[in-house]
């Protein structure tokens, strides 16, 4: 049976038990998980159709703990893996890569998020500023937008001319199975929600002071450009979507879905195994009768205001 679609207001309590559960994510493992959400509701009275908050944690704790094992097969084996990650502003893209990498070694899997170019930046091949980011063996880089921006944000805010727009279709295909031909693990994801979820969440950070920071004047005019981003994302993955390097379309409306969908799909993409390790045996510590721990001067100490 077909769940009735949510009002602003309920939404909108999702939103903030989201922002509340993203605290305990940091804090929790899976042997506190029971003890901690036991006593307390599975769900707010006004998020009904939800998923299941202990089921929310469970499945993200065990696919987190999956992706450590992908990272251990990456890094043994030399993979080079590369993720794309577009869609909408406000999709839910950076929360999905943080709850990705969140248990990862930063040295192997990094975020590649880059900023508007710069003006010498501007005079060189469209690709050249990614290349750089590009892993080696045993790397894994997750692009937070990517060279898409010139299929999206470009072409709808006028930063590239119809020449330029252009090359890029002619070019992109072909530069993608470069990559692959290298060795490179190319997986693209395209975040999709709709237009009254995009307007919830954008009112949402308006209203936010802790996330305010994420709504910039250029996100606010995408927000009027709603349909020329449509036609645009319509056209780029008909004409980018190759048997080398497809498209994967997540749904975005529910964060928390999206999230483990995006994370289990991410793991079925990779044959891996299990790495064997050496157990770890902490060493004794060496005792020298001459040794002497000079006292710390208080002054150098940081206020205990807690």
Same mark, same amino acid.
């Given at each position: 049976?077909?769940?009735?679609? *949510?009002?602003?207001?309920? &939404?909108?309590? *999702? %939103? @903030? $038990?989201?922002?509340?559960?993203?605290? @305990?994510?940091?804090?929790?493992?899976? %042997?506190?998980?029971?003890?901690? *959400?036991?006593?307390?509701?599975?769900?707010?009275?006004?998020?009904?159709?939800?998923?299941?908050?202990?089921?929310?944690?469970?499945?993200?704790?065990?696919?987190?703990?999956?992706?450590?094992?992908?990272?251990?097969?990456?890094?043994?084996?030399? $993979?080079?893996?590369?993720?794309?990650?577009?869609?909408?502003?406000?999709?839910?893209?950076?929360?999905?890569?943080? +709850?990705?990498?969140?248990?990862?070694?930063?040295?192997?899997?990094?975020?590649?998020?880059?900023?508007?170019?710069?003006?010498?930046?501007?005079?060189?091949?469209?690709?050249?500023?990614?290349?750089?980011?590009?892993?080696?063996?045993?790397?894994?880089?997750?692009?937070?937008?990517?060279?898409?921006? &010139?299929?999206?944000?470009?072409?709808?805010?006028?930063?590239?001319?119809? %020449?330029?727009?252009?090359?890029?279709? &002619?070019?992109?295909?072909?530069?993608?199975?470069?990559?692959?031909?290298?060795?490179?693990?190319?997986?693209?994801?395209?975040?999709?929600?709709?237009?009254?979820?995009?307007?919830? +969440?954008?009112?949402?950070?308006?209203?936010?002071? @802790?996330?305010?920071?994420?709504?910039?004047?250029?996100?606010?005019?995408?927000?009027?450009?709603?349909?020329?981003?449509?036609?645009?994302?319509?056209?780029?993955?008909?004409?980018?979507?190759?048997?080398?390097?497809?498209?994967?379309?997540?749904?975005?409306?529910?964060?928390?879905?999206?999230?483990?969908?995006?994370?289990?799909?991410?793991?079925?993409?990779?044959?891996?195994?299990?790495?064997?390790?050496?157990? !770890? !045996? $902490?060493?004794?510590?060496?005792?020298?009768?001459?040794?002497?721990?000079?006292?710390?001067?208080?002054?150098?100490?940081?206020?205990?205001?807690?």
């Amino acid at each position: 049976m077909t769940q009735p679609p *949510l009002s602003f207001q309920q &939404r909108a309590d *999702l %939103d @903030l $038990l989201d922002s509340y559960d993203e605290e @305990l994510e940091m804090e929790l493992d899976d %042997d506190r998980l029971d003890a901690l *959400l036991l006593d307390g509701p599975q769900q707010s009275p006004s998020t009904e159709g939800a998923i299941d908050r202990r089921l929310y944690f469970r499945e993200l704790f065990r696919l987190q703990g999956e992706l450590v094992r992908l990272q251990d097969w990456v890094v043994e084996k030399k $993979l080079k893996l590369v993720v794309l990650f577009e869609g909408r502003d406000a999709a839910g893209k950076g929360g999905a890569i943080k +709850r990705i990498t969140q248990r990862l070694n930063p040295r192997v899997a990094r975020v590649a998020a880059l900023s508007a170019p710069n003006q010498r930046e501007r005079t060189q091949w469209y690709f050249q500023r990614y290349v750089s980011h590009l892993p080696a063996g045993g790397e894994i880089v997750l692009f937070d937008r990517s060279w898409y921006n &010139r299929a999206g944000v470009e072409k709808v805010m006028g930063f590239c001319n119809e %020449d330029e727009y252009e090359d890029f279709f &002619r070019t992109v295909p072909e530069f993608e199975k470069m990559l692959v031909r290298s060795g490179i693990i190319l997986i693209k994801y395209w975040f999709s929600i709709s237009d009254e979820e995009q307007h919830m +969440r954008f009112t949402m950070r308006i209203k936010d002071p @802790l996330k305010q920071w994420k709504l910039s004047p250029m996100d606010l005019e995408s927000r009027r450009r709603w349909e020329a981003y449509t036609k645009a994302k319509e056209l780029m993955l008909e004409r980018t979507h190759i048997p080398e390097a497809r498209w994967w379309v997540v749904e975005g409306n529910d964060k928390k879905r999206a999230r483990l969908n995006c994370m289990a799909h991410l793991l079925s993409q990779i044959s891996y195994a299990e790495v064997p390790h050496e157990p !770890v !045996v $902490l060493p004794a510590r060496e005792k020298n009768p001459d040794y002497f721990r000079r006292p710390v001067p208080a002054e150098m100490f940081v206020p205990s205001v807690y």
